[in-house]
C-alpha cells in the first residue's frame, strides 16, 4: 500500500465548475497535510496546508481534513483554465533528525476546459 | 519572502561527467534542505535531507557515492550527481526549510527545479 495515494487522472471538469481531488494516506500519526499544484515542467507550488479536521478554505480554494478516515481533499470552486496542473497531495512524515519530510501523492492531472 | 533559487536550471552533459547543482534559500536560513528527482509523469521522489553541517540522510535506493551532498551554509546546498548516465537524466529539486520555530517551520519551499540530461 503506498504511503499517500490520489487519483491520477486525468480529472476534466468545465471551466466555472468545483473541481474535487481526493487523497488518502496510510500513517495515522501523520499531522499536517499540503496541496501543492505543479504546472508542466516547473517546480510546486503550495496552495493549502491543514493540520486540523474540518474545512479551511483559501479564496476558490477549500482543503477538508478528516483524520478518522485518514483523508484529505481540496475542492476548487469556479475552476479556471489556469487551474489546469497537476495536484500533489503531501503528508508530514517521520522526523529524519530534527526535519520532518513531506511524503508526495503521485498527483491528480487536472484539465479545466473552456 | 522565502525564495529559492537552483543553479543552473538546465544542464546537458555526456556519460560519465559529474554535473552540480546548487540550490540557495535568498532571503532567509534553512538549516534542512532536501533534494528531490522527478521522472516524467511520476511524483518527488525524495532523494536525501540535508542538514546544514552534518552528513545528509539518504533515502533507502539512493547512493550516497553517487549522488554527493554538501549543505555547508544555512543558505547552501549542492547536489553533486557523479559519473552521470542516461539513466541519471531526471528533473532536479530542492526545498528549504526555515529555521523558525512554530508553524510556519514546517514549510517547505522548493527551487524552480534544474533538469539534467545525459548524453
Known amino acids: 500500500q503506498k504511503e499517500v495515494e490520489q487519483n491520477s487522472g486525468p480529472l476534466s471538469v468545465p471551466e466555472g465548475a468545483i473541481a474535487s481531488l481526493n487523497c488518502t494516506y496510510s500513517d495515522r500519526g501523520s499531522q499536517s497535510f499540503f496541496w501543492y499544484r505543479q504546472y508542466s515542467g516547473k517546480s510546486p507550488e503550495l496552495i493549502m496546508f491543514i493540520y486540523s479536521n474540518g474545512d479551511k478554505e483559501d479564496g476558490r480554494f477549500t482543503a477538508q481534513l478528516n483524520k478518522a478516515s485518514q483523508y484529505v481533499s481540496l475542492l476548487i470552486r469556479d475552476s479556471q483554465p489556469s487551474d489546469s496542473a497537476t495536484y500533489l497531495c503531501a503528508v508530514s512524515g517521520p522526523l529524519r533528525g530534527s526535519a520532518r519530510q513531506l511524503t508526495f501523492g503521485s498527483g491528480t492531472q487536472l484539465t479545466v476546459l473552456p | 519572502g522565502a525564495v529559492v533559487s537552483q543553479h543552473p536550471s538546465w544542464v546537458i552533459c555526456k556519460s560519465g561527467t559529474s554535473v552540480k547543482i546548487e540550490c540557495r534559500s535568498l532571503?532567509?536560513?534553512?538549516?534542512?534542505m532536501f533534494w528531490y528527482r522527478q521522472f516524467p509523469k511520476q511524483s518527488l521522489m525524495l532523494m536525501a535531507t540535508s542538514n546544514e553541517g552534518s552528513k545528509a540522510t539518504y533515502e533507502q535506493g539512493v547512493e550516497k557515492d553517487k549522488f554527493l551532498i554538501n549543505h555547508a551554509s544555512l543558505t547552501l546546498s549542492t547536489l553533486t550527481v557523479t559519473s552521470a548516465h542516461p539513466e541519471d537524466s531526471s528533473f532536479y529539486i530542492c526545498s528549504a526549510r526555515p529555521q523558525r520555530r512554530g508553524t510556519s517551520g514546517i514549510f517547505q519551499y522548493f527551487g524552480p527545479g534544474t533538469r539534467l540530461l545525459v548524453l
Open positions: 532571503d532567509f536560513q534553512a538549516t534542512t
